[in-house]
T-cell receptor
Framework: KAGVTQTPRYLIKTRGQQVTLSCSPI?????VSWYQQTPGQGLQFLFE???????NKGNFPGRFSGRQFSNSRSEMNVSTLELGDSALYLC?????????????????FGPGTRLTVL | AQTVTQSQPEMSVQEAETVTLSCTYD???????LFWYKQPPSRQMILVIR??????QNATENRFSVNFQKAAKSFSLKISDSQLGDTAMYFC??????????????FGKGTKLSVIP
């Protein structure tokens, strides 16, 4: 099975611009989660999508948004970029079946998108 | 809210030796899962091992094993026969059912492990 893919791998933007990051989950996985990784704050949960619906959301401003398509691919958008948005953005996929315990909640991560805001 | 604490920012170990990374967490949940993830310089986050809170038996995956102490809320990772490829950041992570079928991960700050030849 192919792993989680993220595009692009690197991005450089300037303050005020907006950016869209893409994530393709493992085939058959319906849940996609996004995390932001910075040296200061570590790894923080942004949001999770399941079957095209946002199922959970972290504590980030409304400038951060996302969506999921019918093929489970997900995009994350950040508008009005700030210097502090510079980070590694990680996407993780899981089977995401509701209410199932066991290995179905394991998250498999992509290689990340490194965003630099100048 | 759950918190995960890794008290060792950096550690080193000689090749072929054993090292233990510490992790403590705080939660009021009774059913949850704990993970150790490895992030090498390539930045790809890789799942190393998982533990279900309802299982008393400690999880083992080849050279990796955990010491799970539920009452103490402690979840340490032991790496035996350390190899150069084990050099990476190691993150302890917690998840529990957050409603609507969602499991979000809460991570510790990480421990940077260096394996010395």
């Amino acid at each position: 099975k192919a792993g989680v893919t993220q595009t692009p791998r690197y991005l450089i933007k300037t303050r005020g611009q907006q950016v869209t990051l893409s994530c393709s989950p493992i085939s058959g996985h319906r849940s996609v989660s996004w995390y932001q990784q910075t040296p200061g704050q570590g790894l923080q949960f942004l949001f999770e999508y399941f079957s095209e619906t946002q199922r959970n959301k972290g504590n980030f401003p409304g400038r951060f948004s996302g969506r999921q398509f019918s093929n489970s691919r997900s995009e994350m958008n950040v508008s009005t970029l700030e210097l502090g948005d510079s980070a590694l953005y990680l996407c993780a996929s899981s089977p995401g079946r509701r209410g199932v315990s066991g290995r179905d909640n394991e998250q498999f991560f992509g290689p990340g998108t490194r965003l630099t805001v100048l | 809210a759950q918190t995960v604490t890794q008290s060792q920012p950096e550690m080193s170990v000689q090749e072929a030796e054993t090292v233990t990374l510490s992790c403590t967490y705080d939660t009021s949940e009774n059913n949850y899962y704990l993970f150790w993830y490895k992030q090498p310089p390539s930045r790809q986050m890789i799942l190393v091992i998982r533990q279900e809170a309802y299982k008393q038996q400690n999880a083992t995956e080849n050279r990796f094993s955990v010491n799970f102490q539920k009452a103490a809320k402690s979840f340490s990772l032991k790496i035996s026969d350390s190899q150069l490829g084990d050099t990476a950041m190691y993150f302890c992570a917690f998840t529990s059912y957050s409603g609507a079928g969602s499991y979000q991960l809460t991570f510790g700050k990480g421990t940077k492990l260096s394996v010395i030849p």
